[in-house]
């Protein structure tokens, strides 16, 4: 191809061939009228649909405001917004940023520096586990558990170590006195909505601190509220002391997050790390009101009967349709595993106007928003099932 033919955006992403310009809560358009009931959500990043009425007030009054003006200087909205994540969990202070790679970015820099500080030399080791995903930046792409996503860009950040997700033994087998941390996704998601088995979170909690590691949750998938608590560590009962926050976070407004208790937080200093539009008014603000509209809403609360509805559906759906194997995920963020490649399922469901998405190649994922009206989540579980039938026969 001659450059002249080449589109203008780099070919990094495989679209589908709709543009969408419009949107509110569950609904969304494309630039021909057609509706589409969105059930991926911008990939599990609007807990409360498109624009939702209170954040969108919020963004548009700070729009009036105050855009951007460097962390060189104190900014409300993001000391009101670190406040309320700090009340929120069990962490102590907040490093914000703009996405997930740089949350994770942010968390491995400061596993690093903090285990210096407290073991008196620097341990240098991170132990990731396999089917993982947490970015594509270097640091966050060498501790991702996926061939595919690696092989490309060799060298990678070095002694990175990987252990199988969900088995204790695979995890030992990896673990001595050189690790800073063991990350993880407390719920696997890109890797296939993997569950931990029942006692996993806390014997891996119990094998970091046997060894002086710190414990990564890297909840940039499965926090907000996705999986039935606000942070997926309040579900599953078990700390880590570091953990990272995005795509939910802004309800589609980009902010990442990296939090951690403070006798590990205490070890960012002026110089250590830093981000110029981290935390900056707009996202801040923005991100606020949409744990604002969480928690004034009970949304979380009452999102636990639409989680029930779609956990019912995907076990009838793998019950009548062969070729579908086993139901995947909890909360607002489920799929099906199939025999075979979904793509074509997604291409069925677009045609019929509903939006979801993958977790790797086999496996559906949806994750709508976790406010959904019932008649929406129906009629976008009925279109799924045809969808489904179609894709399997
Ligand atoms: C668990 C997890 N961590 C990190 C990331 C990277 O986030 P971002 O694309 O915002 O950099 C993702 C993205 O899917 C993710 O699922």
Known sequence: MSASTLPPIMGTYGRFPITLVEGKGTEVFDDKGQRYLDFLGGISVLPLGHAPDAPLKTLIEQANKLWHVSNLYHIQPQQDLAQKLVDSSCFDQVFFCNSGTEAVEAALKLARISSEKSHGKSRSTFVAMNKSFHGRSFGSL???????????????????????????????????????????????????????????LAEVRKICDEHGALLIYDEVQVGIGRLGSLFAYQLFGVEPDIMTLAKG?????????????????????????ASTFGGNPLASATALAVLNAIEDG????????????????????????????????????????????????????????????????????????LNTPDDLLEEGLNVLFTCIEKFSS
Request: aromatic residues 6%; negative net charge.
């Open 298 to 369: 009970d949304v979380i609360e009452k999102s636990q009967a639409k989680a029930k509805t779609i956990e019912d559906f995907m076990a009838k759906a793998c019950a009548k349709i062969d070729g579908a194997l086993e139901p995947r995920g909890k909360g607002m963020l489920q799929g099906i595993r199939f025999d075979k490649p979904v793509l074509p399922l997604l291409n069925h469901c677009l045609e019929a106007g509903l939006l979801v998405g993958m977790a790797g190649p086999n496996t559906l994922r949806i994750a709508p928003a």
């Open 142 to 200: 060498s501790v991702t558990g996926q061939e595919s996503y690696q092989a490309p860009f060799r060298p990678l950040v070095p002694e990175v170590r990987f252990a199988d997700f969900g088995d204790i033994a695979s995890l030992k087998e990896q673990m001595a006195d050189d690790v800073a941390a063991v990350i993880m996704e407390p719920m696997q998601a890109e890797g296939g909505l993997n569950m931990p088995p029942e006692g996993y």
């Open 249 to 273: 976070l802004g309800g589609g407004f980009p902010i990442g997050a990296c939090l951690a208790k403070a006798e590990i937080s205490q070890h960012f200093v002026p110089g250590t790390h």
